[in-house]
């Protein structure tokens, strides 16, 4: 079995969005753990609302590549569409951090409420 830190961030409507991906993510996988979620300022285009970030910590029998397709499909499933903008609006994001103990994604090391949320979850974490 394999274990991720699936990040989790949205700001339309983001109460509703975040509770709707966690939901999603707790049919679909086993969730070991849940991070606090905080309200955060965007990052790279500022010309938006503030998002809601966290993480949760899963079980899943699927390697990296086949998870990230399922992040995928379920941020299209939440009504997750394509934006001319980089860092634009979003109704969410899900993300993979952190699979079998290593960190895979570069924002770790350079958005601290994302370290932290993962910290929170794995604080004997080797980054």
Avoid: W
């Amino acid at each position: 079995m394999n274990t991720a830190v699936i990040g989790i961030g949205s700001n339309i409507s983001p109460q509703k969005n975040v509770k709707k991906a966690k939901n999603l993510l707790a049919q679909t996988f086993h969730v070991l753990k849940e991070s606090a979620f905080i309200q955060t300022k965007p990052v790279g285009y500022t010309d938006q609302g503030d998002f809601i970030n966290g993480s949760v910590y899963i079980e899943t029998a699927l390697p990296i590549e086949k998870l990230s397709q399922k992040m995928k499909k379920l941020e299209k499933q939440l009504g997750r569409s394509a934006s001319p903008i980089k860092y634009g609006p979003r109704t969410i994001d899900l993300d993979i951090v952190v699979f079998n103990g290593e960190v895979v994604d570069h924002d770790f090391y350079e958005r601290d409420f994302l370290k932290n949320a993962v910290l929170e979850l794995i604080p004997d974490l080797r980054y």
